[in-house]
């Protein structure tokens, strides 16, 4: 998805990642498209789940459910994903993506099993 981890705030679970939307992302209409921002969404809750847990569990979706706000330019895009809880079976995230000036762009719920990392000890 070209992203550049930024940070993870333990305190809050929340993981910062920027975008940089390739051409290939543009919709017909100059933005990017809408799977591929819940793309970055996913990804984010994903990078967000990864790191409070210590790089061993990751989400496998049950659902997700987006808003889109506003039009997602094709231009660097700061995305936000939190753990709000995790347990042995569910664990519920949320992610935001922002313009440049801070403007909430989209938002997403996943409602996840948390799986062990592939490769990773069971």
Known sequence: MGSEFVSF???????????????????????????????????VMGTALLAASDGELLPLNLDMNMTFVRMVPMETITAKGRVIRVGRRVAFLE????????????????????????????
């Open 9 to 43: 705030d333990e305190e809050t679970a929340t993981a910062t990642v920027r975008y940089t939307p390739p051409p290939s992302f543009a919709s017909p209409r100059g933005a990017v498209q809408g799977g591929l921002i819940g793309g970055f969404l996913d990804e």
């Open 95 to 122: 992610g935001e993506l922002f313009d440049k000036d801070g403007n909430l762009l989209a938002r997403a719920t996943s409602t996840a099993m948390p799986t062990s990392v592939p490769g990773g000890e069971t």
